[in-house]
């Protein structure tokens, strides 16, 4: 198969490439060379820019695309222009924050409402969904995932928990233990999505993992089982998270407090579509221990733009101090 890859060097890109290669695909890569330029020295490059010059895409023919980086519709319709009728199956990587909202306690499939209006990443991804589905009629692959973890993520929103807990010591847990979380390993991500791409499958589907329910107590304890160390936890309600002044997201990754009304129901993504078309998960220590590994070993870029800064030890252990020495109900 001709594979381009719209990125291919970053994260999620990158293991794309190394799943294609690895299934003996010849890869063409689109971007504009500054993001690990070095990486995959024997496969071809061009450098364009989906917002400026796509020339050298001109022409060109290809099998298949896995596009990794489009999230405006006018992105998207610049590359179903010029690609025009010369490749056969398109994969977008698109998002669940393409939907509407996540409603507290209620899960969501496919068929969920998608975002309205133009501004945002949420309602962009839903926009470039459409444009490419106009661009590309009946042979696009949507992808919607939602926390995507593993080796060279730049954003630490998953890195934060194996890396905090292998420090030991008393551990901030956020919320409720048995609040379900989701995550899907980048590596699985990718090889999927080569294989929808070999399979030529379309339709939307939600890429969120893992196969069966993950509770945050089941993930931070798989955390210190795979770093193996002496690690506590001290769990902390929604309410005195929220009181306290913590972040969704970014002070304490993969909390947000279940009574949310926008967000409650984030990771309550159902999976089964994905599922019956192919998609397989790696058990989770695989991904706690290699991540923690790639973190050890060079981690991500610091200055990356889309890299969170969780919650320090002197605010969490601040938080934890006020937790205990509470008023009595």
């Given at each position: 198969?001709?594979?381009?890859?719209?990125?291919?060097?970053?994260?999620?890109?990158?293991?794309?490439?190394?799943?294609?290669?690895?299934?003996?695909?010849?890869?063409?890569?689109?971007?504009?060379?500054?993001?690990?330029?070095?990486?995959?020295?024997?496969?071809?490059?061009?450098?364009?820019?989906?917002?400026?010059?796509?020339?050298?895409?001109?022409?060109?023919?290809?099998?298949?695309?896995?596009?990794?980086?489009?999230?405006?519709?006018?992105?998207?319709?610049?590359?179903?222009?010029?690609?025009?009728?010369?490749?056969?199956?398109?994969?977008?990587?698109?998002?669940?924050?393409?939907?509407?909202?996540?409603?507290?306690?209620?899960?969501?499939?496919?068929?969920?409402?998608?975002?309205?209006?133009n501004h945002g990443y949420g309602p962009l991804k839903a926009r470039s969904e459409e444009?490419?589905?106009?661009?590309?009629?009946?042979?696009?692959?949507?992808?919607?995932?939602?926390?995507?973890?593993?080796?060279?993520?730049?954003?630490?929103?998953?890195?934060?928990?194996?890396?905090?807990?292998?420090?030991?010591?008393?551990?901030?847990?956020?919320?409720?233990?048995?609040?379900?979380?989701?995550?899907?390993?980048?590596?699985?991500?990718?090889?999927?999505?080569?294989?929808?791409?070999?399979?030529?499958?379309?339709?939307?589907?939600?890429?969120?993992?893992?196969?069966?329910?993950?509770?945050?107590?089941?993930?931070?304890?798989?955390?210190?089982?795979?770093?193996?160390?002496?690690?506590?936890?001290?769990?902390?309600?929604?309410?005195?998270?929220?009181?306290?002044?913590?972040?969704?997201?970014?002070?304490?990754?993969?909390?947000?407090?279940?009574?949310?009304?926008?967000?409650?129901?984030?990771?309550?993504?159902?999976?089964?579509?994905?599922?019956?078309?192919?998609?397989?998960?790696?058990?989770?220590?695989?991904?706690?221990?290699?991540?923690?590994?790639?973190?050890?070993?060079?981690?991500?870029?610091?200055?990356?733009?889309?890299?969170?800064?969780?919650?320090?030890r002197k605010r969490e252990a601040s938080i934890l101090a006020g937790w205990r020495h509470?008023?009595?109900?």
């Amino acid at each position: 198969m001709r594979l381009l890859v719209l990125g291919g060097t970053v994260f999620l890109g990158r293991h794309v490439v190394e799943s294609a290669l690895a299934r003996g695909h010849s890869v063409t890569l689109f971007n504009r060379g500054r993001h690990n330029p070095d990486l995959f020295p024997k496969v071809e490059k061009l450098r364009g820019d989906r917002d400026g010059d796509l020339s050298a895409l001109s022409g060109r023919r290809f099998d298949a695309v896995i596009d990794t980086t489009t999230y405006t519709p006018r992105q998207a319709r610049r590359i179903a222009e010029i690609l025009d009728g010369r490749i056969e199956h398109y994969t977008f990587i698109s998002s669940v924050s393409a939907y509407a909202g996540f409603p507290a306690g209620r899960s969501y499939d496919e068929t969920a409402p998608l975002a309205e209006g133009n501004h945002g990443y949420g309602p962009l991804k839903a926009r470039s969904e459409e444009a490419l589905e106009s661009g590309f009629p009946g042979r696009v692959t949507h992808v919607r995932p939602g926390l995507i973890a593993g080796p060279h993520d730049p954003t630490d929103r998953f890195t934060y928990w194996p890396r905090r807990i292998a420090e030991g010591g008393e551990v901030l847990a956020p919320g409720r233990p048995e609040r379900p979380i989701q995550f899907i390993d980048a590596r699985d991500l990718a090889d999927w999505c080569v294989r929808l791409s070999e399979e030529q499958r379309t339709g939307y589907f939600n890429a969120v993992g893992p196969q069966s329910l993950l509770t945050m107590q089941q993930f931070l304890e798989a955390c210190r089982s795979a770093v193996g160390c002496n690690a506590r936890f001290s769990w902390v309600p929604d309410e005195e998270l929220t009181a306290a002044g913590a972040e969704t997201w970014i002070d304490l990754p993969l909390w947000i407090p279940e009574n949310d009304e926008d967000s409650g129901g984030l990771f309550l993504g159902d999976n089964q579509k994905a599922i019956a078309a192919g998609l397989t998960y790696r058990p989770i220590l695989d991904t706690i221990k290699e991540t923690l590994d790639w973190d050890v070993r060079e981690g991500g870029p610091p200055d990356s733009p889309i890299r969170v800064t969780p919650i320090s030890r002197k605010r969490e252990a601040s938080i934890l101090a006020g937790w205990r020495h509470r008023p009595a109900a």
